[in-house]
């Protein structure tokens, strides 16, 4: 059983807010490998375990905030907040490609892809509706951290609409690049020791759920909740930002970068 600890953002009676880890499914799969409630049951008895019950989903390798629900009612309840749209989600993504703009919309429908149903397409004649805004955070060269805000929730959804405007996710091999990326890639003269092979700053899907706020409920005001990010997508982010040609002026604004890394909301 693997001892990776599931960073529990947020637990009331109603709701659990988590941070999960890339390459943890939140159901089984057909690789038999550990699930999320595989995982929580090495932190909390069974009987909190079987009382969570989804409202929404995240990719097996997209990182980020979870929401789950404790009981019946809660469950119906958010997942409804979900289906109405009211529930404001930001992704945070390394993408690969010229960024021309600062910020777009994408709404280009999509549907499964006939010759392989674990994938999706886009289908601007029989698919379904798809809408998400995006906002360049920082230009590195070739790679740029975007923010993604979907407004629908297709399975899929950031990580095909992407490439359709020409900025795939930096490391993604189902729709996009499966190269990891390595410090070599941008640091000017960097050199590995004799006899050494170097590691990848990060080995991932490049697609984090950072941020998640909830609608406001009757005499309740509206909760925020962020999942910093893990090793791997922070290393990428420092180093980026430290050995890109102009340092931190790589971002829009001077101050998101420490917003990023101190948790706070975008």
Do not use: C
Request: glycine content about 6%; proline content about 4%; overall charge positive.
């Amino acid at each position: 059983m693997s001892k990776k600890q599931i960073e529990i953002i947020h637990k009331d009676s109603e709701i659990v807010v988590l941070n999960k880890p890339s390459g943890i499914s939140v159901t089984k799969d057909r690789t038999g490998a550990e699930q999320l409630t595989d995982l929580l049951r090495t932190q909390f008895d069974d009987t909190f375990v079987e009382s969570l019950r989804l409202i929404h989903r995240l990719d097996k390798d997209t990182s980020g905030v979870l929401v789950l629900a404790r009981t019946l009612q809660a469950q119906a309840e958010f997942t409804s907040y979900f289906e109405k749209r009211i529930v404001k989600k930001i992704y945070l993504a390394f993408v690969k490609g010229f960024v021309k703009d600062s910020e777009g919309v994408i709404e280009t429908p999509l549907s499964r892809n006939p010759s392989n149903t674990n994938l999706m397409r886009i289908d601007l004649k029989k698919g379904k509706d798809a809408l998400a805004q995006w906002n360049l955070l920082a230009d590195f060269g070739s790679i740029a951290l975007l923010k993604i805000q979907p407004l629908t929730g297709r399975t899929h959804q950031i990580r095909v609409h992407l490439p359709s405007i020409g900025l795939p996710l930096a490391i993604d091999p189902l729709y996009g690049n499966s190269r990891y990326i390595f410090l070599s890639d941008f640091k000017t003269g960097y050199r590995l020791g004799k006899g050494q092979t170097e590691k990848p700053l990060i080995d991932r899907l490049t697609l984090h759920a950072y941020q998640i706020e909830l609608p406001e409920r009757k005499n309740r005001t509206s909760k925020l909740f962020i999942a910093g990010l893990d090793k791997k997508f922070t290393a990428a982010l420092k180093m980026l930002t430290k050995y890109n040609q102009i340092g931190l002026d790589a971002f829009i604004k001077p101050d998101i970068y420490s917003t990023i890394t101190n948790k706070q909301r975008l």
